[in-house]
């Protein structure tokens, strides 16, 4: 499921080390984990089209990719379909070319002032310092994703994963983890790693994030939507104001202009 934690010491809240499949060696202490989607709720964009955009360095060839997304939304094509034709604008390349890629991306949009959603990633220290684990739960892929989980210390990442054959992207997809698949991620960690549900909480900032932030026992909402919304009103979830600003502005040219709403409404199909 694209869940392949970085090499870890210790986990926090506890004396063990945390081996390659997400178990703990040596600490009686409960396994709990803070799960965070990442795209408007830790960060400000949506991140495959940010970093795709840089990672291209041509406009032309970033439109053509962003008009051939929108549209399928436009017509109705299904957010796992459009997030695997994403994915397609990357066969060939190398794997480790595009991790590089990542770093530097991440590196400049590290320096706005923005990026990180201050009250989200105050949670998230929150939490870590209370002995949660934190896992990041994206459609995004690692690229984008490694820096800010080493950034914020996140220990498992549970993405999207692009298929790669002798280093190379080769245009398929292993797994998406949008929407349900985002719960269906979240529960196999918990069970690997001995962790109940209703030990656990998760933050999301979009309806498409329920099935997530209903996997566990609390959770808490980043932004105004109104499906979301309605759910912290009636289980007393914490709520956080939305990021910075409008993830389409913050993405550049491309997402400019006075179809801005259609635009990131469109972006949120294809990736949620």
């Not at 809240?13 to 178990?23: E, F, I, Q």
């Not at 032309?60 to 017509?75: C, P, Q």
């Not at 066969?91 to 590290?110: D, K, P, Y």
């Not at 105050?122 to 080493?150: K, N, T």
Request: proline share 4%; net charge negative.
């Amino acid at each position: 499921m694209g869940d392949e934690p970085r090499p870890a010491g210790v986990a926090p809240g506890g004396t063990g080390r945390v081996d390659d499949r997400g178990g703990e060696h040596g600490s009686a202490r409960a396994v709990r984990i803070a799960f965070f989607d990442v795209d408007e709720t830790l960060v400000d964009v949506k991140s495959i089209f940010s970093f795709l955009e840089f990672h291209l360095g041509d406009p032309d060839r970033y439109r053509a990719a962003e008009s051939e997304l929108t549209s399928a939304a436009r017509v109705g094509v299904s957010r796992e379909e459009t997030n695997r034709t994403y994915y397609r604008n990357y066969t060939g390349m190398a794997q480790a070319a595009v991790a590089e890629s990542g770093r530097r991306w991440f590196a400049r949009e590290l320096r706005r002032d923005g990026f990180l959603h201050r009250g989200a990633v105050r949670e998230l220290r929150r939490l870590r310092a209370e002995g949660y684990r934190i896992a990041l739960v994206s459609g995004s892929f690692r690229a984008c994703l490694d820096p800010i989980a080493e950034q914020l210390g996140a220990e498992h990442v549970l993405c999207s994963d692009p298929e790669v054959v002798a280093g190379r992207y080769t245009g398929e997809v292993h797994a998406v983890v949008i929407g349900e698949a985002k719960a269906t991620a979240a529960r196999a960690l918990m069970a690997r790693s001995g962790a109940r549900p209703e030990d656990c909480v998760a933050y999301g900032d979009h309806a498409s994030d329920l099935p997530l932030l209903t996997c566990v026992g609390g959770a808490g909402v980043v932004g105004d939507d109104p499906v979301l919304a309605a759910h912290a009103d009636r289980l007393g979830w914490i709520r956080l104001p939305r990021t910075a600003g409008p993830a389409a502005t913050a993405q550049g040219s491309a997402a400019a202009g006075p179809a801005t709403n259609a635009y990131t409404e469109e972006l949120t199909h294809a990736t949620r």
